[in-house]
């Protein structure tokens, strides 16, 4: 049985659990500069990151995930065993896996993401939805980008569902957040980058920015709000306003599939022997 630390946790009046189910709001979390990532994959590589306060944990999930409690145990984290019950009032979920991690902030300040130099990055403009926002933020972890950028009209990084929806990618990648569009787009082209607008209404589509060698310089993809895409305003701010052909009868992508189909395009430009990126042959 893995070695958790003591008293079990059984109160739902407890000052831990009180504090803890304070962080469902997004006030709560402002306030307090942390949130709730709730499940093994999640915990895992949030001890891995090194952001973890506490994890809490049911005894059985301790026994199956004997592992995550060892690393979290061996890093010096309170480890503390709770019961269903009290998982169940912390967690977001309808059907909990019996294991959260208390984690602090990690959001990366802006001018730093731009100091690494970023060769790809993904900014989330406007875009409200968590789910759609974590998803976009596994696929740019996915497709090797350097970053992603949240601006300041979009959802809380630290919503429960975008957490999930990361499925720990939210600890792998910096994440910039609470910038206003417009500084995004003027700084990043300042350090060279070159930014596009993901639209339905592009004059250029992706097959002509991948046909011209254009996707291998470092690049920035703007993605819009899930239900009316992006404004002509920051449409206008772009150097380009570039749409996925649709070669069928679809309407439309949705927001996750566009991002992933437009960051694997710039992924596969900037890898091959001509791109920006150190190609296999030269490592």
Not at 120 to 129: G, P, S
Not at 164 to 178: D, E, I, K, N, W
Not at 256 to 280: D, F, I, K, N, W
């Amino acid at each position: 049985m893995a070695s958790t630390d003591t008293p079990l946790l059984s109160s739902l009046r407890s000052p831990r659990v009180i504090a803890a189910r304070k962080l469902a709001r997004r006030a709560g979390r402002g306030k307090e500069r942390r949130f709730l990532a709730e499940g093994p994959q999640a915990v895992r590589e949030a001890v891995a990151y090194g952001a973890v306060v506490e994890v809490y944990v049911t005894l059985e999930a301790a026994e199956r995930h004997a592992e995550i409690v060892g690393a979290a145990r061996d890093a010096g984290l309170p480890v503390l065993t709770a019961t269903d019950e009290v998982i169940a009032d912390i967690c977001d979920t309808v059907t909990p896996q019996g294991m959260v991690a208390l984690c602090r902030f990690l959001d990366t300040p802006f001018e730093e993401v731009l100091r690494s130099r970023p060769k790809l990055v993904a900014v989330l403009a406007n875009v409200r939805d968590p789910g759609n926002a974590g998803t976009v933020l596994r696929t740019a972890d996915a497709a090797g980008a350097d970053a992603v950028v949240l601006t300041d009209a979009s959802v809380d990084l630290y919503n429960p569902k975008a957490v999930r929806a990361s499925v720990g990618s939210l600890f792998h990648l910096p994440v910039a957040v609470g910038v206003p569009v417009e500084q995004v787009v003027a700084r990043l082209k300042e350090t060279g980058v070159r930014v596009l607008a993901a639209d339905g209404a592009g004059e250029r589509d992706l097959d002509q920015e991948l046909d011209e060698g254009s996707l291998g310089a470092p690049t920035a993809w703007i993605f819009g709000n899930e239900a009316w895409g992006l404004p002509e305003q920051t449409r206008a701010l772009a150097d380009e306003v570039v749409r996925v052909p649709i070669h069928g009868h679809a309407e439309s992508l949705n927001l996750a599939t566009a991002a992933a189909v437009c960051l694997y395009a710039s992924a596969r430009a900037q890898r091959s022997p001509a791109g920006c990126r150190e190609s296999a042959t030269e490592r």
